[in-house]
């Protein structure tokens, strides 16, 4: 019998203990440098939030994930770059009023599709809309022709590796290889200082559970019931009647969309935007991040994004030319070993044995004891 309700007691457990642990405990242990650390790790959890629904769910590897996670960065680092470049800040350029890159390659006005990015709201709809709709071309040019599998994850692969060489082209426009870098201000308010650190990793837990709620809700919905017969069977599902083309569109374009809102909220919170992270290594990256939490589990997606993170940064501090090493061999233990990640771990091995736990303890009324012990007579 399928369980329609929206959370069921593990789950709300799990989101209450990532809610005090993200909220509560690591705030209150963890010093600013740290706590900033988390909230980069977090930005990636949005691309493995979303990778949870397109390839958990929807059975579409993508390999390009980070394309759209750097469409919503750039998009976002473009409102902030040119809120840097008043001209007040930049009276020492040749052309004062754009942004620094464009002044040393002798641009000497803004780009006409530079402009709308001077409204805060263009901005956040852009972050939606670019991505969303760059999916939705590539979603339907692959999928109207039933390409898929191995093939459509090789192609996001060289979409990855196109836009990257775009950006670093154009550098005039885009920064180049280094980026968009200086970020300061939003609308005014300063996001360099500790306190303005702080802020922003709450804003960005606020919207992380946002997107889970909405992964929970196309997880229980009938769209995720038909995401999961279709990854199974597809074409028993075409021949039910239903269009399994659009269904991979949609899971493909909400997850380019988490993935752009992971984009922007790094762009804040680190305070740049560089091609380096929308490349092929990224976006495999992104996919272990979500193998080893677990593919099918919205909560484990998220805490093998933190775990993975945690274990690059600490080893690559001590280890640097050992640590893509330990990626490649973590993901293929995972592989071999643990095909469902920390999530599969926990629901085969640990949940049982806590059901069956609570299940004893509820089977024995208060005050029980065996009789046969109580009257003294020699247990069995």
């Known amino acids: 019998m399928t369980d329609n309700r929206f959370f069921n007691r593990s789950e709300l457990i799990g989101i209450l203990v990532l809610a005090v642990f993200l909220v509560v405990v690591l705030p209150l242990t ?47 680092a473009m409102f902030l770059k040119l809120e840097a470049s008043s001209v ?8 004062p009023g754009i942004p620094d890159f464009m002044d040393w390659n002798q641009i000497t006005a803004l780009p006409f599709f530079w402009k709308p990015f001077n409204s805060l709201t263009f901005t956040i709809a852009a972050i939606i809309l670019v991505p969303g709709i760059f999916a939705w071309i590539i979603g339907t040019a692959m999928f109207k022709r039933r390409v898929g599998g191995t093939y459509f994850a090789i192609i996001t692969q060289a979409v990855a590796a196109i836009l990257t060489i775009l950006i670093v082209g154009q550098q005039g426009y885009t920064g180049g290889i280094n980026g968009m870098t ?11 200082p500790d306190h303005a650190k702080i802020v922003l990793y709450f804003f960005e837990v606020g919207c992380l559970f946002v997107c889970i709620m909405i992964a929970q809700f196309v997880r229980h919905s ?10 199974e069977k597809e074409d028993r599902v075409r021949f039910s009647g239903y269009s399994v083309a659009n269904f991979k569109i949609f899971a493909f374009c909400i997850a380019a969309v988490f993935a752009a809102i992971g984009g922007a909220m790094f762009a804040l919170n680190v305070g740049f935007m560089s091609p380096s992270f929308v490349g092929i290594v990224p976006s495999i990256e992104m996919v272990i991040y979500t193998a080893v939490g677990g593919r099918l589990s919205i909560l484990g997606a998220i805490y093998g994004t933190l775990l993975v993170n945690f274990a690059k940064t600490s080893l690559s501090e001590t280890f640097p030319e050992l640590w893509l090493f330990g990626l490649g061999g973590l993901f293929i233990a995972v592989v071999l070993a643990f095909p469902n990640g920390l999530a599969g771990i926990w629901g085969d091995y640990v949940q049982p044995r806590i059901d069956r736990l609570i299940a004893s303890r509820k089977s024995k009324p208060d005050g029980w004891t065996d009789s046969s012990v109580a009257d003294g007579a020699p247990a069995e």
């Not at 740290?34 to 390839?55: D, E």
């Not at 007040?88 to 052309?95: A, H």
């Not at 200086?182 to 360099?192: E, Q, V």
């Not at 009938?222 to 990854?231: D, H, Q, S």
């Open 182 to 192: 200086d970020l300061r201000t939003l609308k005014g308010w300063d996001i360099r």
């Open 88 to 95: 007040e800040n930049t009276k020492i350029q040749s052309t």
């Open 30 to 76: 963890l010093d600013v440098f740290r706590l900033n650390l988390v909230a980069k790790y977090l930005t990636y959890a949005f691309v493995a939030l979303g990778l949870v629904i397109c390839w958990g769910y929807g059975g579409i590897l993508s390999l390009g994930q980070g394309v759209f996670f750097g469409l919503g960065g750039y998009c976002m």
């Open 222 to 231: 009938k769209l995720g019931r038909i995401l999961v017969a279709m990854r």
